[in-house]
């Protein structure tokens, strides 16, 4: 009886980690998923700005402000990073960086910003009710804080991941560093 | 008698062991919160309704997934996402962290996740299992 025992609590010991779950994305994921929520702004290479204008890449959407001190230049430089990572697949990854700030945000404002990070990265801009439509289609917040200087906008800081037929693939949470994004992206452009 | 009652000590004893030394790793680690259909609609008749905690618990290795379900009929902003009728987002965590999210859903516009470290063998490991247990039960 006692013998019995102990080969089943070995046996037990010995199979449980095989029960671990298969290895997933590490950004958040939408299942099933559905069409990216399109849109139109203007770029910051002064035309028309749509999602569609990328289907073919996976894109990453950012939502942010180029006053941003905090979120914004740790996010963007994150993505140089992983985007550099991937050599020359890097090319099928496109960056769009969607301001909440269309008050200081212009397309040049953008343009300038962007360049000092990866000059392929492109910004939208718009009306305040067309962006802030965008916004809500993806569920993301920004609100206006006063500071000393001026204000700041507090936002959403998720990335989020639209793969190459244009479908709303996942959310990455802020803090997640480039090698997380390399693996997520390296799975995205396999499919 | 004796010898039933020692078979019995042997048996919980035996089991204790087995649920302080066995790794946690279940094949499920999934953390289910759903919007149950007529959210929408019992919110709109002014009904105030709860259904994501505003602070979540989560361990590593354990239940480290957080997976949100939306059996609703209309879009909902369901913790840090906008998620789409029938449509869920699971989101894995594998740093043990506080996290913060901004969240509609809630008054404060802010939803936490403490992540908690993989409990270690022995004394967590156990404790972790009968919590599980209990709260299965109740």
Redesign the interface.
Known sequence: ??RR?LVS?FA??LT??????TP???A?????P?AAPEFSLQGSDGAELKLGRYRGKLVLLVFGFTHCTEVCPITLGTLVQARQALGKAGEAVQVVYVTVDPERDDAAQLKRYLAAYDASFIGATGKPEALAAVRA???V?ANKLATKGGYAVDH?S?VYLIDRSGRLRG?M?Y?HGPKDYVHDLQLLLSL | MKRLLA?AL??IL?GL??AA???L?????DELFEIPKGTWARRMAGDKVEILPERIHLTLGAND??LLRNLDEVPQ?FG?????P???????F?VASS?S??C?AHAS?QMSVIVAPHPARGWETLNWRLRAWIKQLS
Do not use: D
């Open positions: 009886m006692m025992l609590l037990l010991l449980t980690p095989l029960l671990a779950a997933r994305l590490k958040g994921v939408f299942e099933p559905h289609s993806y569920g917040v959403s998720s959310m949470p803090g | 078979t042997l048996l035996a062991t087995w030394l066995a790794p790793a279940p094949a499920n680690r997934v957080l902003v840090p996402a906008l998620i789409m029938g449509q869920s987002f699971r989101l894995p594998e996290y999210f901004a509609t516009g």
